[in-house]
């Protein structure tokens, strides 16, 4: 099967599953790359449609939030739209696949994501969300999580494609009358303290460090492999592109749908 695959990238995948197949612990990041062959677009790629005359990072921030809630509100509808019929990807699968095999040989994958999406869920992995969660709200000011049935995404997305389940109409809480947002971490803002306790606890606890389809650029996240280096681990990146993480010890470069699914069938057969 490898032989399918440039021999270079066969090779390196055969290097990566030998140091795979001993220890103990392994971290895994993944960012949206993982998720792009899922449908859903990264933040590098350029958006489509009415959005594409703004910036991702100009909209998922606090202050535009404040500025424009409508807009912002508006946009997340839309990226809701967008994923809500997404299904995760032979790497989403492989990962989870990986998992279950790794609990039955004495290894521990600890999975954290900086994706919204629940496409790793979908797969039947766990993972832990650095950045929050698309199909949550809660209250822009007093915090409260904000459930409506009537907009209840999980529950309505395999069924139904209708529109109206994504309006742009903003909500208000019914505790304080402030406006209601996604549960998400946007840029500038802090990182939910369990999910980051449990990363770095994860990342500097591994024998092995594999990030995923990130593109190492969004602190404190992409210092986890430094982290993770910096207690003796080896690194492994998974990403077509290269990118500013200069302590890699195999590059995997290419898609990593087809990547993890060569990987992992190697780590059983080695
Ligand atoms: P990013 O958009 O900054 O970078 C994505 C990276 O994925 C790039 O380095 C790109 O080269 C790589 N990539 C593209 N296609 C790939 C593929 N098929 N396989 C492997 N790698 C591939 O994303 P980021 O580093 O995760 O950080 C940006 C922020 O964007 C995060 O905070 C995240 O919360 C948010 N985000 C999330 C989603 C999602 O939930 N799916 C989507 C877009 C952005
Ligand atoms: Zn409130």
Not at 179 to 200: K, S
Not at 230 to 239: M, V
Request: include cysteine; glycine fraction near 4%; hydrophobic fraction near 40%.
């Amino acid at each position: 099967m490898l032989q399918e695959l440039p021999q270079a990238l066969a090779a390196n995948i055969q290097s990566a599953a030998r140091l795979l197949t001993a220890p103990a612990r392994i971290c895994i990041l993944t960012g949206a790359g993982i998720s792009a062959e899922s449908g859903i677009p990264t933040f590098r790629d350029k958006q489509t449609g009415l959005w594409e005359q703004y910036r991702a990072e100009d909209l998922a921030n606090p202050a535009a939030f404040a500025r424009d809630p409508q807009l912002v509100w508006s946009w997340y509808q839309w990226r809701r739209q967008l994923v809500h019929n997404k299904q995760p990807n032979p790497a989403h699968l492989a990962l989870a696949d990986w998992q279950d095999y790794a609990a039955q040989h004495n290894q521990s994958i600890s999975l954290i994501t900086q994706n919204v999406d629940d496409l790793h869920e979908q797969a039947g992995s766990t993972a832990a969300h650095l950045h929050g969660h698309l199909w949550r709200n809660r209250c822009s000011h007093c915090g409260i999580s904000y459930e409506d049935k009537s907009r209840d995404f999980n529950a309505d997305k395999d069924v139904s494609e209708d529109d109206s389940n994504f309006s742009t109409d903003l909500i208000t809480c019914q505790h304080c009358d402030n406006y209601i947002r996604p549960d998400i971490v946007w840029f500038g803002e802090a990182l939910p303290t369990g999910a980051w306790q449990h990363a770095e606890d994860a990342a500097a606890n591994c024998d092995v460090f594999i990030s995923i389809g990130t593109s190492s650029l969004v602190y404190p996240a992409a210092g986890l492999a430094q982290l993770a280096q910096q207690n003796g681990a080896k690194i492994i990146e998974i990403n077509p592109n290269p990118t500013p993480n200069t302590i890699v010890d195999i590059t995997l470069a290419d898609k990593a749908g087809v990547v993890m699914p060569h990987l992992v069938q190697q780590i059983k057969e080695t």
